[in-house]
């Protein structure tokens, strides 16, 4: 949710959102419960929750036309926000390498459970995975009982807030740099 949350808050602010969503369902928290039924359509409420504020396309980015129509975009943006299982960027021909030689003012910031160097780096990185890494569900549920999840992503809503920050300032020092 970290990804969706930070183009949400930017589109909270103004900034003119294109959401990029896979053929077939889209992004899966479309088909996350409970839904909203509305117009014939049922939509996961965690994906309506997140995604106000957007336009979203369709592209196949495993396909040559679906990579030229991102491209297109991206020649043409301040911000991408990154938000895919490790590797699977440069194998779509997102990565920033690839973005940034279209685009050298982009602004490409990638979100990942634990970075893209490392050992860790092809994990990944699910809320409650976070939270048992950092320790934080040793600290929750009952003294004697098993661990409970936090009910609401703390991981990925700050992981969104951090990236919003390092968007906002990236895209300041470029207007005075």
Same mark, same amino acid.
């Given at each position: 949710? /970290? +990804?969706?949350?930070?183009?949400?808050? !930017?589109?909270?602010?103004?900034?003119? %959102? &294109?959401?990029?969503?896979? #053929? $077939?369902?889209?992004?899966?928290?479309?088909?996350?419960?409970?839904?909203?039924?509305?117009?014939?359509?049922?939509?996961?409420?965690?994906?309506?929750?997140?995604?106000?504020?957007?336009?979203?396309?369709?592209?196949?980015?495993?396909?040559? /036309? +679906?990579?030229?129509?991102?491209?297109? !975009?991206?020649?043409?943006?301040?911000? %991408? &926000?990154?938000?895919?299982? #490790? $590797?699977?960027?440069?194998?779509?021909?997102?990565?920033?390498?690839?973005?940034?030689?279209?685009?050298?003012?982009?602004?490409?910031?990638?979100?990942?459970?634990?970075?893209?160097?490392?050992?860790?780096?092809?994990?990944?990185?699910?809320?409650?995975?976070?939270?048992?890494?950092?320790?934080?569900?040793?600290?929750?549920?009952?003294?004697?009982?098993?661990?409970?999840?936090?009910?609401?992503?703390?991981?990925?809503?700050?992981?969104?807030?951090?990236?919003?920050?390092?968007?906002?300032?990236?895209?300041?020092?470029?207007?005075?740099?």
């Amino acid at each position: 949710l /970290a +990804g969706p949350l930070c183009a949400q808050y !930017l589109g909270d602010m103004g900034a003119d %959102v &294109i959401k990029v969503e896979p #053929p $077939g369902a889209g992004d899966e928290t479309r088909g996350w419960p409970p839904f909203r039924e509305a117009a014939g359509t049922r939509t996961g409420a965690v994906f309506l929750s997140v995604n106000r504020n957007k336009r979203s396309v369709t592209l196949d980015l495993g396909s040559e /036309a +679906g990579r030229q129509a991102v491209h297109r !975009l991206v020649a043409r943006s301040d911000v %991408v &926000i990154a938000s895919f299982g #490790p $590797g699977v960027a440069a194998k779509l021909g997102v990565d920033p390498d690839t973005l940034l030689a279209l685009n050298p003012r982009l602004i490409y910031c990638e979100i990942s459970g634990f970075g893209s160097v490392g050992p860790m780096r092809m994990g990944k990185g699910y809320d409650v995975i976070l939270q048992a890494f950092c320790g934080m569900l040793s600290i929750t549920g009952e003294r004697d009982g098993p661990p409970v999840r936090s009910p609401f992503s703390p991981v990925d809503q700050a992981t969104g807030l951090h990236a919003l920050v390092g968007i906002l300032t990236s895209l300041f020092r470029r207007e005075r740099t």
